[in-house]
């Protein structure tokens, strides 16, 4: 069964947006894992307001490249598109 993990950064609307993601995956058959395990997909939910979400994101899709280079990173975020081509070079797409 493939496998997803979450990250969730910011505020409970985050919080609450990672739970609503989840269903979908789940519906769609996925197995939730931690994030400190292995996964075929890594979704990190954060918020770009401040310079530290922005690092501590860089931070998380890091980690999860080293994990599994070959899974997939969506990115779910509150963030500006200028910000969109700093993550670009991490191949994560942007839901």
């Known amino acids: 069964m493939p496998s997803v ?9 985050n919080f609450y947006d990672t739970e609503a993601i989840w ?8 197995d939730q ?8 997909v890594y979704l990190i939910n954060t918020c ?10 860089r931070q998380m899709i890091r980690r999860a490249v080293r994990r ?15 910000h969109q081509p700093r993550f670009w070079i991490f191949r994560v797409s942007t839901l």
């Open 5 to 13: 993990a979450f990250y969730t950064l910011g505020c409970k609307v």
């Open 23 to 30: 269903q979908y995956f789940k519906n769609d058959g996925y």
């Open 33 to 40: 894992v931690d994030f400190e395990q292995t996964a075929d």
């Open 48 to 57: 770009h307001v401040t310079n530290t979400g922005d690092k501590k994101s």
């Open 68 to 82: 599994n280079p070959e899974a997939s990173w969506p990115l779910r975020a509150a963030m500006p598109r200028l």
